[in-house]
């Protein structure tokens, strides 16, 4: 749920540091047997620890005179809501509504928001329980519902059971109860793993093949042009996700040593200056496919004012919203009768492709932006194994050496 530190000013008062670097000071303060977490308006500077060690002492004054009123203070709180409650009659709607409050700035829009639907989804089944009444029982319920009846698949699930984990933890921490439900359920237990292999709800690497990519990059280019093209023939020779596609720009590129910096990406319309994970902000080697992409795409993009490498059809800017591709992509796999598989299936293309060809999977996993070579050991084992007995690497996927070259003066119309 994001790295957060928290340095005590003084008693009650804190300086909360977010992962993305964002600082605020917080009280806390006993109300009615609730205890309250606050985050005020104010600059986290010296001026505003005096501030907050004054407020927070009237804050208590008032309430041990009886005339404390939470709504002129904190008129915006999730907690005035339930203000005259005891913890422990809280319901565990209320509960997620003051968590996604206090997590706001800790994340990512994108992340934030994934929780926000995690909430939705776990509101109709347990946001009615009082904390301390929400047993074992009910959330194996609600599970074998997802599991079982919507084929919802298990990292889904557990996605959504994160919010409702954290409220739990925290009531276990402030004794409210004495043990967090979930821990005693095995959710992988309660999924009906053949039904939602049934309900066709289980993702599996299925990449393309050599014919098909070409088919699709002609085809792209015939309905939306060459530049719409370059973009999808650098999703298949480089294996970016579709974010990171996005968010390149040519201040990226390294010509002479034909390498590029990955270090921003593009989600739901928000441009994000980091990547998803700390190991996806990377530098990747260029590709024979990847960098004729680029050479061929600089005369249409590369003197734009916004920087950004690939841009939409018509002059209508860059991509920022994942249906500008997914509309372009699913016509022209409709058009050429090609089996449909998404987006994403480009990034496990060059994957399998490489792997395929002997390429050491250490520096795959850096190439890919993941921590570690495990993941791929274990999603991508299939083409490990083929490259012991092939050994075959198409030549659009090896890697270009570095050039000497002016980058300037190149000029390449080379087509896979």
């Given at each position: 749920?994001?790295?957060?530190?928290?340095?005590?000013?003084?008693?009650?008062?804190?300086?909360?540091?977010?992962?993305?670097?964002l600082q605020v000071i917080r009280i806390t303060f006993q109300y009615k047997g609730l205890g309250c977490r606050e985050t005020l308006k104010i600059k986290p500077n010296k001026t505003g620890e005096k501030y907050a060690i004054s407020l927070k002492s009237e804050i208590e004054n008032q309430i041990e005179r009886g005339t404390f009123n939470y709504?002129?203070?904190?008129?915006?709180?999730?907690?005035?809501?339930?203000?005259?409650?005891?913890?422990?009659?809280?319901?565990?709607k209320e509960e997620l509504d003051v968590w996604l409050n206090d997590i706001k700035h800790a994340h990512r829009n994108s992340t934030y928001k994934a929780y926000k639907r995690a909430v939705k989804q776990l509101k109709p089944f347990v946001g009615k329980y009082k904390l301390r009444h929400l047993d074992a029982k009910i959330i194996k319920k609600m599970i074998r519902y997802w599991g079982q009846d919507r084929g919802v698949t298990l990292k889904t699930i557990r996605n959504y059971l994160l919010p409702l984990r954290a409220i739990l933890d925290d009531a276990v921490s402030e004794e409210t109860i004495t043990r967090n439900p979930i821990d005693q359920i095995?959710?992988?237990?309660?999924i009906d793993k053949k039904k939602i292999i049934a309900n066709g709800r289980t993702y599996k690497i299925d990449p393309f093949?050599?014919?098909?990519?070409?088919?699709?990059?002609?085809?792209?280019?015939l309905l939306y042009g060459e530049s719409c093209r370059?973009?999808?023939?650098?999703?298949?020779?480089?294996?970016?996700?579709?974010?990171?596609l996005f968010g390149l720009k040519w201040e990226d590129v390294d010509w002479r040593n034909n390498r590029v910096q990955i270090q921003r990406a593009v989600v739901e319309r928000v441009l994000q200056e980091e990547t998803k994970t700390v190991a996806g902000e990377r530098e990747i080697?260029?590709?024979?496919?990847?960098?004729?992409?680029?050479?061929?795409?600089?005369?249409?993009?590369?003197?734009?004012?916004?920087g950004f490498i690939f841009i939409r059809a018509d002059g209508k800017g860059p991509f920022i919203d994942y249906e500008h591709s997914s509309t372009m992509w699913k016509r022209a796999l409709i058009q050429e009768k090609i089996r449909y598989r998404n987006q994403n299936q480009m990034r496990h293309s060059f994957a399998s492709n490489k792997l395929s060809g002997n390429a050491n999977i250490f520096y795959m996993a850096e190439q890919m932006g993941h921590e570690?070579?495990?993941?791929l050991m274990r999603v991508y084992a299939k083409w490990i194994k083929s490259a012991r007995d092939e050994g075959k690497l198409a030549v659009d996927f090896e890697r270009i050496q570095p050039t000497n070259t002016n980058p300037h003066l190149i000029e390449q119309n080379y087509r896979p």
């Open positions: 749920m994001g790295r957060v530190k928290d340095t005590k000013i003084a008693r009650g008062i804190a300086l909360r540091t977010y992962e993305s670097g709504l002129e203070y904190f008129p915006d709180s999730p907690r005035a809501a339930i203000l005259g409650l005891s913890t422990s009659q809280r319901t565990v095995k959710v992988a237990k309660l093949d050599s014919n098909e990519i070409s088919l699709i990059l002609s085809r792209v280019e370059h973009f999808f023939q650098f999703g298949f020779y480089q294996g970016l996700r579709i974010s990171e080697d260029l590709t024979i496919g990847g960098h004729a992409a680029l050479i061929n795409q600089k005369k249409h993009s590369q003197l734009l004012k916004s570690t070579p495990e993941m």
